[in-house]
């Protein structure tokens, strides 16, 4: 089985986020960048899906060269080889076009991705992916297993889950549950070094979607202190002042 | 030229959610001077599909087709875009819900539509540009993106648009659409619904667990407060790692987002990463027994006690008043 893994660069999550350039940029300055959360999961479950020969992982990232620390990251955890499409990643759209791209021209039994970035919050790539593949996609799942060319799905929905069955191949967005994130060890990081990372030069995508203006959330004002013994009086201030019950 | 909306509904049922995307369809319709479709997929009684006009549906396109029972995103989203084509609709409007997600950006692929995914406010229409204000850095920022697209595609956060009542005519209309037999590979094989518990994302309140509250069996307290305020429990990530409680109730950059009217945290500091998630709640309220918790910096009113104190105090208090009420 041949499971590809999309992957993330994103700022580390406790990063304070700031912007530049009269707030239409991200301010990367002194940002430290990681893999992905979601992306490590669906990595994770990758790996033991094609433990003991059973197949291969290939990490794709969609990133200029300052990327390449994270794609390394991804093979020390495990990943057999990596792509790198060398563009900015402008958009889910522009990502979802190169990847495609890509599995067109290399056939995958599976293609991951985490629920969404922690940057953009998008929760698209999965489903563009799909789409443009023509295959299904299955966007926040909690669970996932394979069964020779079928596999069964567990997807989150409000107020309970959803089982799905599935055959290969298609593409699933992981997101807790669906494994546990590894860590790399001495053996991995050594072979990371010397693990084959190929460089792609992006296809031209007529992009729909610009980012113009980003903000911070408005500061709250003072908190409102009420004394533990008085705690009875917060239902009360939550009903007339608040008005939230 | 019109807007086209996505109305779903949960075994037959619309929720709270999809009446709000109603609404904001209907307010972009008439910033736009244009009329409002809804399109309903499934078996949902003719009375729920006529409620749908309260809110401002025109017409109302209804897909009664068998195979099309239970949600499968990719023969869903066939059906949509092809009700978009039908209708001339240049915006599409669906509930960024966990359905919506898994539709939407296929919708946009086959409209070739810029999405907008999670929108938490109407869109800014002016000299030709139309910008849209969504939730970004896992609720540590807001973005505005720009469609430049001739058709868009939104889906709107939950709690983030006000229902508003407006009467239209509300034409049920049967709408069979071309069925691809390819859209089909998925099988959905059972659901799994818990009807008795409050869903995060759609709470309107929501009561939430941190490490303060030292292991799992101390969490019926909180259940007892969130079932007394009709609200969705949930938890901080170190709960959840902790297997305290499930993943799914986990809030923060790495679990859900939520943006409920009132987020009581009890025992929870307040790391970086949770609150990223709780950010765009309206009225936040922390107890926890540590003065210096980072988490009273963004709150709205604060409890420096107890969590086993002052929350058993909160609950005789909420059933006094509920008494009253």
């Known amino acids: ?245 | 030229m019109a807007v086209l909306i996505y109305t779903e509904n949960t075994s037959g049922k619309f929720k709270k959610s999809t009446f709000e995307a109603v609404s904001y369809a209907r307010t972009i319709a008439d910033q736009s001077g244009t009329t409002l479709t809804a399109i309903s997929i499934g078996e949902v009684p003719v009375e729920e599909l006529a409620s749908l006009s309260k809110y401002g549906a025109d017409k109302i396109l209804q897909v009664a087709n068998a195979q099309l029972k239970n949600f499968i995103n990719q023969a869903y989203a066939s059906v949509i875009a092809e009700a978009a084509q039908k209708e001339s609709a240049d915006i599409v409007v669906l509930s960024n819900s966990f359905s919506g997600r898994g539709l939407a950006p296929r919708i946009a692929v086959k409209l070739e539509a810029g999405l907008a995914d999670g929108a938490i406010a109407l869109p800014e229409i002016s000299s030709g540009q139309f910008k849209v204000k969504k939730v970004a850095f896992s609720g540590k920022a807001f973005a505005t993106v720009e469609l430049t697209s001739a058709k868009k595609v939104i889906s709107l956060s939950p709690n983030a648009f006000q229902v508003i009542e407006k009467q239209a005519e509300g034409k049920i209309e049967e709408f069979s659409p071309a069925i691809k037999q390819t859209d089909f590979r998925a099988m959905v094989k059972e659901v799994i619904q818990s009807t008795d518990k409050v869903s995060l994302p759609d709470a309107e309140i929501v009561v939430s667990g941190g490490r303060g509250l030292k292991g799992p069996e101390n969490w019926g307290m909180l259940e007892e407060l969130a079932g007394l305020l009709g609200a969705a429990t949930a938890c901080s990530k170190p709960v959840s790692d902790a297997g305290w409680r499930s993943h799914s109730e986990h809030v923060g950059q790495t679990g859900i987002a939520v943006s409920p009217n009132l987020y009581i945290a009890v025992g929870i500091s307040g790391a970086i990463q949770h609150l990223a998630g709780v950010s765009s709640s309206k009225v936040i309220v922390v107890i926890n027994k540590d003065p210096e918790a980072p988490f009273f910096k963004v709150a709205d009113y604060g409890i420096v006690g107890d969590a086993f104190e002052v929350v058993p105090k909160l609950i005789a208090a909420v059933k006094e008043y509920k008494a009253s009420a």
């Open chain 1, 1 to 245: 089985m041949k499971i590809l893994v999309c992957i993330s660069n994103v700022p580390d999550t406790t990063t304070k986020i700031t912007f530049t350039d009269n707030n239409t940029q991200f301010n990367t300055n002194g940002v430290q960048f990681i893999l992905n959360p979601y992306d490590e999961i669906a990595l994770a479950r990758a790996i033991e899906l094609t433990e003991g020969g059973k197949g291969t992982v290939t990490v794709i990232n969609i990133g200029e060269v300052s990327s390449e620390a994270t794609i390394r990251k991804a093979l020390a955890i495990g990943a057999d080889d990596a792509v790198r499409i060398n563009a900015k990643p402008h958009d889910a759209w522009f990502v979802a076009k190169q990847i495609a791209n890509y599995v067109n021209q290399n056939p995958f039994d599976l293609v991951l991705t985490g629920r969404e970035s922690i940057d953009y919050n998008g929760s698209k790539v999965a489903a563009m992916l799909g789409e443009l593949l023509d295959i299904p996609s299955v966007s926040i799942i909690k669970k996932l297993d394979v069964d020779g060319d079928s596999a069964t799905v567990e997807r989150e929905i409000e107020g309970g889950k959803e089982i799905l069955t599935i055959p290969l191949p298609f593409v699933a967005g992981a997101a807790e549950g669906v494994a546990e994130p590894k860590i790399p060890n001495m053996r991995g990081i050594m072979s990371a070094r010397t693990k084959p990372l190929i460089v792609v030069e992006p296809v031209a995508v007529i992009t729909n979607v610009e980012y113009s203006h980003f903000e911070n959330p408005a500061a709250r004002g003072q908190v409102k202190l009420v004394s533990p013994d008085e705690s009875a009086n917060l239902i009360q201030m939550l009903h007339t002042e608040a008005r939230v019950i």
